[in-house]
């Protein structure tokens, strides 16, 4: 399949609408060709400058969407994370009594 078509790729820019060729040929005009080629380098910064903010976006949103499914599944199972929490502080206790009655034997 075509990155294109799963959003991984930047296409609708006018940017990119410079490179296509065009169905019927251009006259030649030296003072168009001087000044295309003099702005090749800027229209490659744009270009990049563009990828890049499009990526940094993608990622970003694909952040945003896990940490809304992750925050979704925690509400849905919240009784297992009580229950989990509740043994733990119960275990915890439980240990901290064996130790002071450790400490009282070895007084």
Known sequence: ???????KELVDHPIFQFERRVDEP???????????????????QVKQVLEDTFIKER???RKEESKARDLKF?????????NF???KEENTEKKQQKDKQVEY???
């Open 1 to 7: 399949m075509d990155p294109k078509a799963y959003g």
């Open 26 to 44: 251009k006259i030649y005009n030296r003072e168009t060709m001087l000044e295309t080629i003099e702005n090749i380098p800027r229209i490659a």
């Open 59 to 61: 990622i970003l949103s």
């Open 105 to 107: 034997e070895i007084c």
């Open 74 to 82: 925690i509400e849905a199972h919240k009784r297992l994370l009580k």
């Open 85 to 87: 929490v509740k043994g």
